[in-house]
């Protein structure tokens, strides 16, 4: 069964641009969902999309947003890119969403 | 509020040693709670998970954990470590809505 996979897996962008970033989850996985990590504030919960819905959403700004396929696949976005942005971001599929969760390699994003 | 903490952010064991990792939650109601393990710049693996029952379980490359629900923890053990087992590991507990609450972290270093 092929794993969770994360496009692209390296970026580099410039402030004010936007960017998007797609998660194929496990297949049979209707629920996905997206993790910022960086050295100062670990793991933070960005939101989890279940059926296309979005069930839960963290404590970040209206620049970052997401969405859920049909197909399960999902994309993050986040616009306005600033400095700050810059991160490993995680995408996790599960069958449920309170199943165990598989996270896929990650898209290291560089903001300059 | 929800939360997991890791007392140790670096440990330092030796090759052959055993290691426990310590691992605290805060969660109202029954926890799901997880180990995961990350290689530098890459996503977490799942080691083991705890749903319910038998309060000892077993995970992958020879890690256990046991759920200690009168003092919240949920340590991660493991009786011979290998050089290979250096990485990051991370507690979480599953809240609501498909989200992960992950702990800080503990950086493991395995001197030969």
Not at chain 2, 13 to 21: I, K, N, Q, R
């Amino acid at each position: 069964k092929a794993g969770v996979t994360q496009t692209p897996r390296y970026l580099i962008k410039t402030r004010g641009q936007q960017v998007t970033l797609s998660c194929s989850p496990i297949s049979g996985h209707r629920s996905v969902s997206w993790y910022q990590q960086t050295p100062g504030q670990g793991l933070q919960f960005l939101f989890e999309y279940f059926s296309e819905t979005q069930r839960n959403k963290g404590n970040f700004p209206g620049r970052f947003s997401g969405r859920q396929f049909s197909n399960s696949r999902s994309e993050m976005n986040v616009s306005t890119l600033e400095l700050g942005d810059s991160a490993l971001y995680l995408c996790a599929s599960s069958s449920t969403g309170r199943s165990e969760a598989f996270f896929g390699q990650g898209t290291r994003l560089t903001v300059v | 509020a929800q939360s997991v903490t890791q007392p140790d952010i670096h440990i330092t064991v030796s090759e052959g040693a055993s290691l426990e990792l310590r691992c605290n939650y805060s969660y109202g109601a029954t926890p799901y709670l997880f180990w995961y393990v990350q290689s530098p710049g890459q996503g977490l693996q799942l080691l083991l998970k705890y749903f319910s029952g038998d309060t000892l379980v077993q995970g992958i490359k020879g890690f256990e954990a046991e759920f200690k629900r009168s003092q919240s923890s949920f340590n991660l053990r493991k009786p011979s470590v290998h050089w290979s087992d250096a990485a990051e590991y991370f507690c979480a507990v599953a809240g609501e809505g498909g989200k992960l609450i992950f702990g800080q972290g503990t950086e493991l270093s395995v001197k030969p």
